[in-house]
């Protein structure tokens, strides 16, 4: 997972590299992007790089060190088998090992910043010449957690190196973003998407290349098969509700769909994308349906939002099938 080996994020990648070469690398970084456009590939490259023993700041790859860096344990925690590479995330440690009776499920807590983080972070790197900690989601940094790392991103022992990532900035304390260098991470662009399908020797259509949004993980649960039957079987299910005689089939689709937030948010996004490719084909030769697309766009739009305002999905899909039928 060296640098020469990642897609997309050639600014970003450019940045740490130049930082690494001149030896002005700062101690605390906030990768900021949108989820699966390689932030978390990036930060362990600068981790082999940080720990490589054949090829220090740069990163070989090949060493034990850098192939540690990237290995989790296959026994819990699945961490990094290096020991100088430590991954801090919400319900990562058993109870036990943060001193807690029960796991942690709602943020990163306070017990996992001292115990895994502020704790090691006071002794030298075991083998490497760095100590690096990578976050995942630090956004769920709860409130006493992120003001107990604070004193650490401060005044850090020499050669101990953050990596926030994050896809959710705003969520982040403004004490701990004014500590913390950004780096930004784009979405992926088409052609990089195809070249990573093609890497897991998988093709797509336009619709989940679209679904993708720039994101390689998101793109990659898109040409799962199931989650393309999901998509297919939802849009059509919306469709023939549409153009039942009544609102009675609606009623009838919300009731039988298992209508989980998470998989429904997918579906409405699947849904909002057959609208705007329905409209695209239109708008050339027919303007009045594709009027009538883009106001369905619109209506898709408008069941995201109260999904975030928490609309029970049952409900919300209701609604939105009515306001089609509407549109």
């Given amino acids: 997972m060296a640098f020469d080996q990642i897609l997309g994020q050639d600014t970003a990648i450019q940045t740490l590299t130049r930082a690494l070469a001149s030896g002005r690398l700062h101690h605390a970084y906030r990768f900021e992007g949108p989820e699966g456009v390689g932030k978390e590939r990036v930060a362990f490259a ?34 990094p088998q290096h020991p100088d590479v430590v991954l801090v995330e919400r319900g990562l440690y058993p109870a036990a090992v943060l001193g807690r009776s029960s796991p942690e499920t709602t943020g990163i807590g306070v017990e996992q910043v001292r115990r895994i983080v502020i704790a090691r972070a006071g002794y030298p790197p075991h083998e490497a010449r760095r100590l690096v900690f990578i976050f995942r989601a630090a956004h769920e940094l709860t409130p006493n957690a992120a003001n107990a790392l604070l004193k650490t991103l401060e005044e850090p022992r020499p050669n101990v190196h953050f990596v926030l990532l994050t896809d959710q900035p705003r969520r982040l304390l ?61 849009i059509n299910a919306v469709l023939s509700a549409m153009r039942a005689p009544d609102l009675g089939a609606a009623v009838q689709m919300a009731a039988a769909e298992q209508l989980e937030r998470a998989s429904f948010t997918r579906d409405l996004r699947a849904l909002a994308q057959h609208f705007a490719l329905e409209g695209r084909t239109q708008v050339g030769s027919s303007p009045e349906p594709a009027l009538r697309s883009a106001n369905r766009y619109r209506e898709v739009l408008g069941a995201f939002e109260a999904l975030e305002h928490n609309s029970p999905p049952v409900l919300a899909l209701e609604a939105l099938v009515a306001r089609l039928r509407r549109a």
Avoid: K, N
């Fill in 174 to 234: 403004d004490t701990i973003r004014s500590r913390t260098l950004p780096v930004r991470f784009g979405p992926l662009p088409d052609h990089v998407l195809r070249e990573i399908l093609g890497r897991h020797e998988l093709s797509a259509d336009h619709t989940s290349i679209a679904l993708a949004a720039g994101s390689a993980s998101r793109l990659l649960e898109a040409c799962d098969p199931e989650q393309v039957a999901r998509r297919e079987h939802f």
């Fill in 46 to 79: 600068l981790a082999q790089a940080l720990v490589c023993s054949d090829a220090p700041d740069v990163g070989c790859g090949r060493c034990s060190a850098c192939r540690r860096a990237v290995t989790l344990s296959r026994e819990e925690p699945a961490v």
